[in-house]
């Protein structure tokens, strides 16, 4: 069997330097705080058993394409969600395809729908949905 080696970052550490995503509707005053989504919390969610568990996660639950052995590619898809205030996911989007691979994207997309609920991210105190960023990055070697 060929020595198969790849590479799964989850690295939360992207985030965008503004408070909260949805301005127009924070901005409104007929409108609670709760309908905003967040990127910056005081509390940020959390994969059940952290960032270590959430890496063990996709190891076991990913399948490389084959095309990424096949054409011995590498690269990385960047993923954007929210993650509500039930722990659950929302609003999964690719934000940055993996060059050549497509099939890549979709694997990300297909494992991150397979995961159990987080925590959820607290601000002031409450609940409130927030949007993540997160590159995965393959390598076949």
Known sequence: MKKLIYSLFCLFVTFATFAQADTTKYNEPSKQIEDSIFVVVDVLA????????????????????SIVVKDSLSGKSIMKFVIEIDGSFSNVAVIRRME?????DAEVVRVMKMMPKWSPSKKNGKLVPSYFTAPFEFSYK
């Open 46 to 65: 959390e994969f059940p058993g952290g960032k270590e568990a959430l890496f063990n996660f996709f190891a076991d639950n990913i399948n490389l394409p």
């Open 100 to 104: 050549g691979c497509p099939e890549c």
